[in-house]
């Protein structure tokens, strides 16, 4: 806020342009907005209520103690079909914190989580149906998303794996 208030009497002197500036650019920046405030009211309702901490003593009850510790490698390994059948944002702001809070039960670091799922993850996103970006080179390209998916899926996610492997054995996701 304090940027805008600055950069814009800046950069536009005259207050109708600025006005003008402030309309044509709020047409994207409120859905971009509402998302993350949406997704603060979520989280702060989970961790408020105790609702997320209920969540992780739940899994955690299910699982042996000797398969706890590595759960979060498990989910890394699926985090390609769990990433196109959820989206990004719910991959991100609510699968990515309950694997944390699991792993945090068995004295994995919330780093290695994140590091885990985030780099599984992104190997995965341009096969998500969710991403504007998939749709824009497919269209680019005439090719159809049930296609894209039927070749690319199986590739994707082995290279994903084979990824995650790779930086375990380099020590970038601690064991």
Do not use: C
Request: no cysteine.
């Amino acid at each position: 806020m304090l940027a805008v208030a600055i950069a814009l009497p800046l950069n536009y002197p005259d207050a109708k342009v600025a006005q003008k500036k402030i309309k044509e650019y709020s047409v994207t920046a409120m859905p971009v907005m509402v998302t993350f405030l949406s997704i603060g009211a979520f989280l702060g309702i989970m961790q408020g209520t105790r609702m997320f901490n209920e969540m992780v003593q739940v899994i955690v009850s299910v699982f042996p103690m000797s398969f706890g510790p590595h759960i979060y490698l498990v989910v890394a390994a699926f985090s390609v079909p769990l990433v196109i059948a959820m989206g990004s944002d719910a991959f991100y702001f609510a699968l990515l914190p309950l694997v944390a809070g699991i792993g945090d039960q068995f004295g994995v670091t919330a780093h290695a989580v994140t590091y885990a799922l985030l780099i599984t993850e992104q190997i995965g996103l341009l096969l998500s149906p969710a991403i504007p970006a998939t749709y824009l080179g497919l269209g680019m390209l005439n090719l159809d998303i049930g296609d894209h998916l039927r070749y690319a899926f199986l590739w994707v996610w082995g290279i994903s794996v084979i990824v995650l492997v790779i930086a375990v054995a380099a020590g970038f996701i601690p064991l």
